[in-house]
C-alpha cells in the first residue's frame, strides 16, 4: 500500500495526462465532446424515470432525484470498473516501450472517471433545483462516502486488471456482472419494498452502504448511522489491500502476455 501511495504521488503527472488521454479519446468526433460527461446521466435518468415511474414512482417523492443520487456513484463504480479493466492490455505498447508502474494505468483509468462524477454533479443540482427538492446541508458530507466508494473501486479495478491481462474473456464477463449487479443495488427501489426477514441480503453488497450514504446526503437529507460508514471503508479498504496486492504479485508477468 505503502509502494501505491509513493508511486500515486511521484508518478501524478502522469497519472493525470493519460487520465485527460483516455476522456479525450473517449469523446473524439463528438460535436457535443465533455457535454457528454453531464447529458450522459440525465439521459439515462430520465429513460430509467421513465420506465420505472410506474412501478416506484407513486410512492417515491421527486423519483428522479431518488434515482439520480443513486445512479451517478453506480456509474462511476461501473464505468471505472469497465475501463480499469482494460486499462493494462490496452496499454500494452506503453508498457513493452516505458519502464514505469503499471498500476499507474489502473490509477488513470478511474481518475478519467472521477473527473465524470465530478462533473456529473451538474445535472444533478440542476434537477434539484428544477423537480423542488430541498438542498441539504449533508451535501457537505459527499466526499466522505465519495472517498469510501473511491478506494473499493481502486481494488476492484485493480482485481480485474490483472484477472483480463491472463484471460481475456474477463472483461467480456464483466459486463455481465455489472449488469447483474446493477439490479441486485436498491438504486431503481428502496429496500423497504422486501420484507424485512430478507433485507439482510442486501448488506452482502458492498457497495450499498456508499451508495446509501449518497442517497441519504442528496435525497433524504441525512447523514448514515457510523457503522454504516465503517462498513463502506472496511469493504474498500478490504478489497484495495488483497487486489493490489494480487496485481503487484503478478505484474512482472504482464509483459509475457500483452
Known amino acids: 500500500m505503502i ?8 508518478y501524478r503527472e502522469l497519472v493525470w495526462a493519460l487520465a485527460m488521454k483516455e476522456l479525450k479519446v473517449r469523446y473524439k468526433r463528438s460535436v ?20 420505472f415511474s410506474t412501478i416506484f414512482g407513486a410512492s ?22 469497465a475501463y ?24 488513470a483509468a478511474v481518475t478519467s472517471n472521477m473527473i465524470n462524477l465530478l462533473l456529473s454533479f451538474i445535472p444533478l443540482i440542476l434537477i434539484v433545483f428544477a423537480v ?36 481475456r474473456d474477463v472483461a467480456h464477463i464483466l459486463q455481465v456482472i455489472l449488469q447483474v449487479w446493477f439490479y441486485l443495488t436498491p438504486i431503481l427501489y ?17 457497495v450499498i452502504f456508499v451508495i446509501n450514504g449518497f442517497r441519504l446526503s442528496v435525497y433524504d437529507g441525512m447523514l448514515p448511522r457510523l457503522q454504516s460508514v465503517g462498513a463502506s471503508f472496511a469493504c474498500g479498504l478490504l478489497a484495495l489491500v488483497i487486489a493490489y496486492s494480487i496485481f503487484r504479485r503478478y505484474q512482472d508477468r504482464f509483459v509475457f502476455y500483452l
Open 190 to 206: 428502496k429496500t423497504e419494498l422486501f420484507p424485512v426477514k430478507w433485507r439482510w441480503l442486501f448488506k452482502l453488497n458492498p
Open 60 to 81: 417515491i417523492p421527486h423519483y428522479a432525484v431518488f434515482i439520480l443520487s443513486a445512479l451517478l456513484p453506480w456509474t462511476f463504480f461501473s464505468q471505472s470498473l
Open 32 to 51: 457535443l465532446g465533455f457535454l457528454w460527461a453531464l447529458l450522459n446521466p440525465m439521459l439515462l435518468m430520465l429513460v430509467l424515470t421513465v420506465v
Open 132 to 167: 423542488g427538492q430541498p438542498f441539504h446541508a449533508t451535501w457537505a458530507y459527499l466526499p466522505v462516502p465519495m472517498l469510501a466508494l473511491l478506494i473499493f473501486t481502486l481494488g476492484a479495478s485493480f482485481f480485474f486488471a490483472t484477472a483480463n491481462v491472463f484471460y
Open 84 to 107: 480499469g479493466a482494460e486499462s493494462v492490455v490496452g496499454n500494452a505498447d506503453l508498457i513493452k516501450k516505458v519502464r514505469v508502474p503499471k498500476s499507474i494505468f489502473v490509477l
Open 3 to 10: 509502494e501505491l501511495l509513493h508511486d500515486s504521488w511521484r
